[in-house]
């Protein structure tokens, strides 16, 4: 498959095919004529449509079929199950479309998993990159040769994956392997990405195991995190992915890192400073309970809780390695610091964070230019890659040495 999605003739990306034939509609229903592909606007999705005549389209609003969804089976006799929410009507005929939820097919065991990568160009770094960890083995391959300015949603590599033995194993397990994956490529992007359609191949490197789906992507832009701008960052997917992977894997972790990749998604969609900041204090605020009393046992709870705000972010730098200071390159916030006696990052993050929160305080943005705002989370944000780094076990990248 090329590494751009395909276009249409109006623009548009053109579907990727999963299966065409005959659909057996319902667990009694008439069997039509239909496809199952993914297709990728207005937002990815496998999809699956079906023709009927005039009328069919009633039957989707029959009975339980609306909440539950419908049963498939498709010529093969394979089965999955529909949500019908898009009708295409004609004269004489009716195509009735919808989203199918996740589903698999095939053996137990496979001894390698591949998948597409969506939206996750890895921007100046080897085409083959290793991920070795926790007794797992991935390689991914990247389309080094095709050009990722647009905006949209684009196949921009390959992901394989495979027990570090060699041996064979459960496709659920490489499932949750790649799900492990979307939210470290989250993390490196700093927006959405994700892999989707992954097939497992057994010792003959025959295909003895699919699934159909593709998880949550957003549209490609030029994102913020390790694998974007920093050429330092050449190395770090493979020097983060066996800390990430172990603490992945610990239940107690789990939701923080899910959370973590979620809000620093969420702040690169947001242009408006004031949201992003907001969101990446958040973060801040995790990585600091975190790193300085979940995994360095520094200070106490209590104590971690006594502490003010730029003082905790402090803390966190000194643990992480981190220049508190505000470099030269952000100059819109080095001259409101020096204007308005901030001391440093944390001091000013701090400062226009509280006159975003408190209503009492809002006035105090009236002393700073959005753009001041701009850098402040800019800078917030450098200070949670560098402490992500650190939390997985980095050891020599330091981004903010030189970024600005």
Same mark, same amino acid.
């Given at each position: 498959?090329?590494?751009?999605?395909?276009?249409?003739?109006?623009?548009?990306?053109?579907?990727?095919?999963?299966?065409?034939?005959?659909?057996?509609?319902?667990?009694?229903?008439?069997?039509?004529?239909?496809?199952?592909?993914?297709?990728?606007?207005?937002?990815?999705?496998?999809?699956?449509?079906?023709?009927?005549?005039?009328?069919?389209?009633?039957?989707?609003?029959?009975?339980?079929?609306?909440?539950?969804?419908?049963?498939?089976?498709?010529?093969?006799?394979?089965?999955?199950?529909?949500?019908?929410?898009?009708?295409?009507?004609?004269?004489?005929?009716?195509?009735?479309?919808?989203?199918?939820?996740?589903?698999?097919?095939?053996?137990?065991?496979?001894?390698?998993?591949?998948?597409?990568?969506?939206?996750?160009?890895?921007?100046?770094?080897?085409?083959?990159?290793?991920?070795?960890?926790?007794?797992?083995?991935?390689?991914?391959?990247?389309?080094?040769?095709?050009?990722?300015?647009?905006?949209?949603?684009?196949?921009?590599?390959?992901? *394989?994956?495979?027990? =570090? !033995?060699?041996?064979?194993?459960?496709?659920? $397990?490489?499932? %949750?392997? #790649?799900? &492990?994956?979307?939210?470290?490529?989250?993390?490196?992007?700093?927006?959405?990405?994700?892999?989707?359609?992954?097939?497992?191949?057994?010792?003959?490197?025959?295909?003895?195991?699919?699934?159909?789906?593709?998880?949550?992507?957003?549209?490609?832009?030029?994102?913020?995190?390790?694998?974007?701008?920093?050429?330092?960052?050449?190395?770090?997917?493979?020097?983060?992915?066996?800390?990430? *992977?172990?603490?992945? =894997? !610990?239940?107690?972790?789990?939701?923080?890192? $899910?959370?973590? %990749?979620? #809000?620093? &998604?969420?702040?690169?969609?947001?242009?408006?400073?004031?949201?992003?900041?907001?969101?990446?204090?958040?973060?801040?605020?995790?990585?600091?309970?975190?790193?300085?009393?979940?995994?360095?046992?520094?200070?106490?709870?209590?104590?971690?809780?006594?502490?003010?705000?730029?003082?905790?972010?402090?803390?966190?730098?000194?643990?992480?390695?981190?220049?508190?200071?505000?470099?030269?390159? *952000?100059?819109?916030?080095?001259?409101?610091?020096?204007?308005?006696?901030?001391?440093?990052?944390?001091?000013?993050? &701090?400062?226009?964070?509280?006159?975003?929160?408190?209503?009492?305080?809002?006035?105090?943005?009236?002393?700073?230019?959005?753009?001041?705002?701009?850098?402040?989370?800019?800078?917030?944000?450098?200070?949670?890659?560098?402490?992500?780094?650190?939390?997985?076990?980095?050891?020599?990248?330091?981004?903010?040495?030189?970024?600005?």
């Amino acid at each position: 498959m090329k590494g751009r999605v395909r276009a249409n003739a109006d623009g548009t990306a053109a579907p990727v095919h999963l299966y065409s034939g005959p659909i057996t509609f319902g667990q009694d229903g008439p069997t039509l004529p239909g496809w199952i592909r993914l297709i990728w606007e207005p937002e990815p999705r496998v999809e699956c449509g079906i023709e009927g005549e005039a009328g069919f389209d009633n039957q989707v609003l029959v009975g339980e079929w609306a909440q539950n969804g419908v049963l498939l089976t498709l010529g093969d006799g394979r089965q999955c199950l529909s949500h019908p929410d898009r009708w295409d009507h004609w004269e004489d005929r009716v195509l009735v479309r919808g989203s199918i939820e996740p589903v698999a097919f095939g053996g137990v065991s496979v001894r390698r998993m591949r998948a597409l990568l969506v939206n996750l160009p890895l921007i100046n770094r080897p085409r083959i990159t290793g991920l070795v960890g926790n007794g797992w083995r991935l390689r991914l391959k990247d389309l080094t040769n095709e050009d990722w300015d647009g905006k949209g949603f684009f196949i921009t590599g390959s992901l *394989l994956v495979e027990r =570090e !033995d060699g041996g064979e194993f459960e496709p659920g $397990r490489g499932v %949750a392997i #790649l799900e &492990a994956f979307d939210y470290f490529a989250t993390l490196a992007q700093g927006s959405w990405a994700t892999h989707a359609l992954p097939i497992g191949t057994g010792a003959a490197g025959r295909i003895e195991w699919q699934r159909w789906t593709i998880g949550q992507v957003d549209r490609y832009e030029s994102g913020d995190g390790w694998a974007t701008h920093y050429s330092e960052s050449v190395g770090v997917l493979s020097e983060l992915w066996p800390g990430f *992977l172990t603490k992945w =894997e !610990d239940p107690e972790w789990q939701g923080t890192i $899910r959370t973590l %990749a979620t #809000l620093l &998604a969420e702040a690169t969609a947001h242009t408006d400073g004031e949201a992003a900041l907001l969101m990446i204090d958040v973060v801040l605020e995790l990585l600091s309970w975190a790193i300085v009393v979940s995994v360095g046992d520094m200070v106490s709870a209590e104590g971690h809780d006594r502490l003010q705000g730029p003082d905790r972010l402090r803390l966190l730098l000194a643990v992480a390695g981190i220049d508190r200071r505000i470099p030269d390159g *952000l100059k819109e916030l080095a001259a409101a610091a020096q204007r308005l006696r901030w001391i440093d990052g944390p001091h000013a993050i &701090a400062q226009i964070r509280d006159a975003v929160v408190h209503p009492r305080k809002r006035y105090n943005l009236r002393e700073v230019s959005p753009s001041t705002i701009l850098e402040a989370q800019l800078l917030a944000r450098d200070y949670a890659h560098g402490a992500i780094s650190h939390l997985f076990g980095a050891t020599a990248w330091k981004p903010w040495t030189s970024r600005w």
